[in-house]
């Protein structure tokens, strides 16, 4: 997913855009950022996390526990998560189901350490599109994000 340059948006926007997006006394078009929820209780993994999303052009929302995110996406639309299974307090798990119910077009994305078959077909039934084994993938993460959410249940 990559976001248009100011030359792609030229056709869009007129033959002027380019100098309009440039002076500084002009209201700046800018593409629109997907949010992503991000639910890992290490700090240092979802800093990394956070980092990663944001040079990827995304808008990370971090939390540290399930209850922290359902209260972060209270009033504000997100459009993937990606949730560590394993959370202190209330699970990763029963937090994907409740953000499946809350945003049926997200994309959701499971994680955990144990990274078994068995994880991988808990976490799709109860809505993820998708679980990805410890320690992340980067190149799997980001095809993750681009994809589409399909209900398979």
Known sequence: MSLPTTEELIPV???????????SDELKVEPVRSAVLVVEDDPSHREILVEMLAGWGYEPLPVGSAEEAE????????DAAIVDVFLPGRSGATLMSRLRERFPQAVLIGVSAMSD???ARKCKGLGAD???????????????LQSKHTSWH
């Open 71 to 78: 209260f972060a996406v209270r009033n504000k639309r997100m």
């Open 130 to 144: 998708l679980f990805i084994g410890k320690p992340l993938n980067p190149e799997r993460l980001s095809e993750a």
């Open 117 to 119: 078959s068995a994880m």
């Open 13 to 23: 926007l007129g033959p002027d855009a380019k100098e309009r997006t440039e002076r």
